[in-house]
T-cell receptor, first 113, second 116 residues
Framework: GDSVTQMEGPVTLSEEAFLTINCTYTATGYPSLFWYVQYPGEGLQLLLKATKADDKGSNKGFEATYRKETTSFHLEKGSVQVSDSAVYFC????????????FGKGTLLTVNP | GEEVAQTPKHLVRGEGQKAKLYCAPIKGHSYVFWYQQVLKNEFKFLISFQNENVFDETGMPKERFSAKCLPNSPCSLEIQATKLEDSAVYFC??????????????FGPGTRLLVL
């Protein structure tokens, strides 16, 4: 089955700093890849996704590019804000028999003013 | 509705008691998924439905867990005789009518179950 590995953090940054959260996957075939965000006390929200190699997903200043050659989907943002403080989850879906999402363990990001 | 709704938000049970969780998928979505988020943020897939039919239940501990999605009713996840290790946040997600890997699964706010 699929597996997803992401840097666990926690990551602490100052406002306007550059953010990278690494994510790599193993899967049979080419999964669709997702970044979800979980704000304190809330559920998961889709942040962005990419469904094939070299696709770039982007939303709210965040970007991630589907890299088949390195099996990676790293999340980046050029200038983080305090409101970006949350837990970020990388996930993969290869379909298979159940179309379940396979998640990484999440990365806690804290942005200080 | 436009969002996945889950009730209750919090649930506390003594070990051995029954727990029942509810999920209303987004209107028009045909697929429902249940996930369990345990300590250290790990997600475990439990079960999925296509409308009222079980699509895949390979993640379900069948001896104590059961789930249903009946027409015109919220989906439910029931745990008979809860154990301490069932303490977790249970998320429901729904997905539109096409079941494809690239389809977004939309998550509810979760139900936090604490077993004492």
């Amino acid at each position: 089955g699929d597996s997803v590995t992401q840097m666990e953090g926690p990551v602490t940054l100052s406002e306007e700093a550059f953010l990278t959260i690494n994510c790599t996957y193993t899967a049979t075939g080419y999964p669709s890849l997702f970044w979800y965000v979980q704000y304190p006390g809330e559920g998961l929200q889709l942040l962005l996704k990419a469904t094939k190699a070299d696709d770039k997903g982007s939303n709210k200043g965040f970007e991630a590019t589907y890299r088949k050659e390195t099996t990676s989907f790293h999340l980046e943002k050029g200038s983080v804000q305090v409101s970006d403080s949350a837990v970020y989850f990388c996930a993969a879906n290869s379909g298979g028999s159940n179309y379940k999402l396979t998640f990484g363990k999440g990365t806690l990001l804290t942005v200080n003013p | 509705g436009e969002e996945v709704a889950q009730t209750p938000k919090h649930l506390v049970r003594g070990e051995g008691q029954k727990a029942k969780l509810y999920c209303a998928p987004i209107k028009g979505h045909s697929y429902v998924f249940w996930y369990q988020q345990v300590l250290k943020n790990e997600f475990k897939f439990l079960i999925s439905f296509q409308n009222e039919n079980v699509f895949d239940e390979t993640g379900m501990p069948k001896e104590r867990f059961s789930a249903k999605c009946l027409p015109n009713s919220p989906c439910s996840l029931e745990i008979q005789a809860t154990k301490l290790e069932d303490s977790a946040v249970y998320f429901c997600a729904s997905s539109p009518t096409r079941l494809l890997p690239q389809e977004t699964q939309y998550f509810g706010p979760g139900t936090r179950l604490l077993v004492l």
